[in-house]
């Protein structure tokens, strides 16, 4: 079956632009996770949603945002864009449950804010 | 404050050797860890996890093993295969079901034939 997918795999901006990341989770999983991934800081979560709702959520300020649609696909949004928002955004989905936690990651969308 | 520790960035094994790859842990309410290990250009792929109430699970070539009183596990893999070459993240979750998880920095393992 298919895998996570993000788009777009790659993309620069400049500081203050505002950027939106996609991301289409296997189907059948209804929970979606975001991580950023940044050099010296390994994976830091972002947020969870699941069923449409944000179920957990990651210290990060607001300017990170998401949301999920009805067919669990899921967007996240970095407004106000600054240097150290460079960084590999990092998809994961899973059915959502009770479970071990384990996630399918897509191949992440690279983020370059000049 | 990373409360999930991979002191050593970087490993080199030789092929067929046993490679051991370490983790540290702050938090005692973390109940599940997981091990991750990721390509360049790819997502992290899952590889083994073990609950808090084991002391070691074994996959194949697999086992990681938790200590639960030093708040330390480690990932064994034998034997070490070129193929293993990777970026390995250990990963911990204090809710068992969701997908909080805590990664620690990776260490990049390099088995060398």
């Known amino acids: 079956k298919a895998g996570v997918t993000q788009t777009p795999r790659y993309l620069i901006k400049t500081r203050g632009q505002q950027v939106t990341l996609s991301c289409s989770p296997i189907?059948?999983?209804?929970?979606v996770s975001w991580y950023q991934q940044t050099p010296g800081q390994g994976l830091q979560f972002l947020f969870e949603?699941?069923?449409?709702?944000?179920?957990n959520k990651g210290n990060f300020p607001g300017r990170f945002s998401g949301r999920q649609f009805s067919n669990s696909r899921s967007e996240m949004n970095v407004s106000t864009l600054e240097l150290g928002d460079s960084a590999l955004y990092l998809c994961?989905?899973?059915?959502?449950?009770?479970?071990?936690?384990?996630?399918?990651f897509g191949e992440g969308s690279r983020l370059t804010v000049l | 404050d990373q409360q999930v520790k991979q002191n050593s960035p970087s490993l080199s094994v030789q092929e067929g050797r046993i490679s051991i790859l370490n983790c540290d842990y702050t938090?005692?309410?973390?109940?599940?860890f997981l091990w991750y290990k990721k390509y360049p250009a790819e997502g992290p792929t899952f590889l083994i996890s073990?609950?808090?109430?084991?002391d070691k699970n074994e996959d194949g070539r697999f086992t990681v093993f938790l200590n639960k009183s030093a708040k330390h596990l480690s990932l064994h893999i034998v034997p070490s295969q070129p193929g293993d070459s990777a970026v390995y993240f250990c990963?911990?979750?204090?809710?068992?079901?969701?997908?909080?998880?805590?990664f620690g920095t990776g260490t990049r393992l390099l088995v060398s034939p």
């Open positions: 990963a911990a979750s204090a809710q068992t079901g969701f997908q909080k998880l805590v």
């Open positions: 073990i609950s808090s109430i084991k």
């Open positions: 189907s059948g999983h209804r929970s």
């Open positions: 994961a989905s899973s059915w959502g449950g009770a479970g071990t936690g384990e996630l399918f």
């Open positions: 949603y699941f069923s449409e709702t944000q179920r």
């Open positions: 938090n005692s309410m973390f109940d599940y």
